[in-house]
């Protein structure tokens, strides 16, 4: 998966704090996921011996002992570099930042991991892929968290003209972790697993098929894999390796970011079914609750709204649905919409007048400011009142 760099809430007592991150993360350019130096496809080839550099042996803590992780492969040569780049400057604020990001995801990723008995480094696996932003979309379209491309959706994941399944933190992990489990069982080795969910099952199948008996390193130190997979591993185990052992690496702010979770509980939430088309506005406004909340634990709503004519399960901070359905039908809201394609000449005046609307209903709605220009072929929401 290619991607680019560039994303809440953990509990209600700091919920202003985490609203400030997602904010800052939807205002960056789009993610580019190879924000470590990517290896030159010639340097690949390298020898089998895997020691620890010397630079990285002489930064480290002696009095500490470093940790072993549960997938081998951090002392590989391939990994080694990746952690000594993972170690500059620019790159350790990177991994603290995608560790802030994290903590309203990880204490749940960490228990699907334990449930599933699943190797806990995988919960960094989300900081090779996006940097932990959930609004993360790649060049070649993969979206979330956990980068899933379309065609890799199915069955866990759905998307359409409201939502989109892959922002889901929640939901993408479920799908994420079972991907990675049903490649475990085929290919019987974590490094070819999680390489496979990089290149997908089916390169990975006509690679391990076309060299039996040979494993992960093999392949990437061969030149099968295509790089950016050949990468991948090592860029997972260097910067797993970096973050279980900052201690031992002398980098003391990287045990601090990742232990801002530690003894942290799943937080628990409120859902809200929905069966029409609700503005966030509105629905803020009769929960009691800041519009930002809603937007930020319903990152997969591609509107400021619930979906029209489908029944959506809307994510809330514990305590602030009770009678909000009750609330929601008597307060009158548009329970139907169509999805409208601009022409030539159209404006959002236009529009507006043509459907008995209001210009703001349709800025609202569609997340635009009524001076935006409107563009051939774009998508509008237009609601529909009864």
Same mark, same amino acid.
């Given at each position: 998966?290619q991607?680019?760099i560039l994303f809440?809430i953990l509990v209600?007592?700091?919920?202003?704090? &985490?609203?400030?991150?997602a904010?800052?993360i939807?205002?960056e350019?789009?993610? &580019?996921? &190879?924000?470590?130096e990517l290896?030159p496809?010639?340097e690949l080839?390298?020898?089998?011996?895997?020691?620890p550099?010397?630079s990285i042996l002489a930064?480290?803590?002696? &009095?500490i002992?470093r940790k072993?992780?549960?997938?081998w492969?951090?002392?590989h040569?391939?990994s080694?570099k990746?952690?000594e780049q993972s170690l500059?400057?620019?790159?350790?604020?990177w991994?603290i930042?995608?560790l802030n990001?994290?903590?309203?995801?990880?204490p749940y990723i960490?228990?699907?991991l334990?449930e599933?008995?699943?190797?806990?480094?995988?919960q960094?696996?989300p900081?090779v892929?996006?940097y932990?932003?959930?609004?993360a979309?790649?060049?070649?379209?993969a979206?979330?968290m956990?980068q899933?491309m379309?065609n890799?959706?199915?069955?866990?994941?759905?998307k359409?003209?409201w939502?989109?399944?892959?922002?889901?933190?929640?939901?993408?992990t479920d799908?994420a972790?079972?991907k990675l489990?049903?490649?475990?069982?085929q290919?019987?080795d974590w490094?070819?697993?999680?390489a496979?969910y990089?290149?997908?099952?089916?390169?990975?199948s006509?690679?391990?098929?076309k060299?039996?008996g040979k494993?992960?390193w093999y392949?990437?130190?061969h030149?099968i894999?295509?790089?950016q997979?050949?990468?991948?591993?090592?860029?997972?185990?260097a910067?797993a390796?970096?973050?279980?052992n900052a201690?031992?690496?002398?980098v003391p702010?990287?045990a601090e970011?990742a232990?801002?979770i530690?003894d942290?509980?799943?937080e628990?939430y409120?859902f809200l079914?929905?069966n029409?088309?609700?503005s966030?506005a509105?629905?803020?406004?009769?929960a009691g609750?800041?519009e930002?909340?809603i937007k930020?634990l319903?990152p997969a709503?591609?509107?400021n709204?619930?979906?029209?004519?489908?029944?959506?399960?809307?994510r809330?901070?514990?305590g602030?649905?009770?009678?909000?359905?009750?609330?929601?039908?008597?307060?009158?809201?548009?329970?139907?919409?169509?999805?409208?394609?601009?022409?030539?000449?159209?404006?959002?005046?236009g529009i507006s007048?043509r459907?008995?609307?209001t210009?703001?209903?349709?800025?609202v709605v569609?997340?635009?400011?009524?001076?935006d220009?409107?563009?051939?072929?774009?998508k509008l929401i237009?609601?529909?009142?009864?």
């Amino acid at each position: 998966m290619q991607k680019k760099i560039l994303f809440s809430i953990l509990v209600l007592t700091t919920i202003f704090i &985490n609203v400030t991150i997602a904010q800052d993360i939807t205002k960056e350019p789009e993610i &580019n996921t &190879n924000n470590l130096e990517l290896l030159p496809s010639h340097e690949l080839s390298i020898p089998e011996t895997a020691e620890p550099s010397e630079s990285i042996l002489a930064s480290s803590n002696s &009095n500490i002992q470093r940790k072993e992780l549960e997938i081998w492969g951090a002392d590989h040569p391939l990994s080694v570099k990746f952690r000594e780049q993972s170690l500059t400057e620019r790159n350790k604020k990177w991994i603290i930042q995608a560790l802030n990001r994290s903590i309203p995801y990880r204490p749940y990723i960490q228990q699907r991991l334990q449930e599933l008995n699943l190797p806990s480094i995988l919960q960094y696996l989300p900081i090779v892929e996006s940097y932990y932003n959930v609004n993360a979309v790649s060049s070649a379209g993969a979206t979330g968290m956990w980068q899933f491309m379309t065609n890799s959706m199915a069955p866990l994941l759905k998307k359409n003209t409201w939502y989109d399944d892959r922002k889901d933190p929640w939901k993408s992990t479920d799908a994420a972790l079972a991907k990675l489990s049903e490649n475990l069982k085929q290919f019987k080795d974590w490094p070819l697993a999680i390489a496979a969910y990089n290149c997908g099952s089916g390169a990975m199948s006509r690679a391990v098929r076309k060299n039996p008996g040979k494993d992960f390193w093999y392949l990437a130190e061969h030149n099968i894999l295509k790089s950016q997979s050949s990468q991948y591993v090592p860029k997972l185990l260097a910067i797993a390796d970096v973050i279980e052992n900052a201690e031992y690496y002398g980098v003391p702010e990287i045990a601090e970011a990742a232990n801002a979770i530690k003894d942290k509980k799943i937080e628990e939430y409120d859902f809200l079914t929905t069966n029409g088309m609700y503005s966030f506005a509105q629905i803020a406004e009769l929960a009691g609750i800041e519009e930002s909340v809603i937007k930020v634990l319903n990152p997969a709503l591609l509107r400021n709204c619930t979906p029209a004519r489908i029944e959506y399960k809307l994510r809330l901070p514990f305590g602030t649905t009770e009678g909000l359905a009750q609330k929601l039908k008597d307060a009158g809201a548009p329970r139907d919409a169509i999805v409208y394609t601009v022409v030539e000449g159209d404006t959002l005046w236009g529009i507006s007048r043509r459907y008995k609307l209001t210009v703001e209903d349709l800025c609202v709605v569609n997340n635009i400011r009524e001076k935006d220009i409107l563009h051939l072929k774009q998508k509008l929401i237009i609601p529909i009142f009864n």
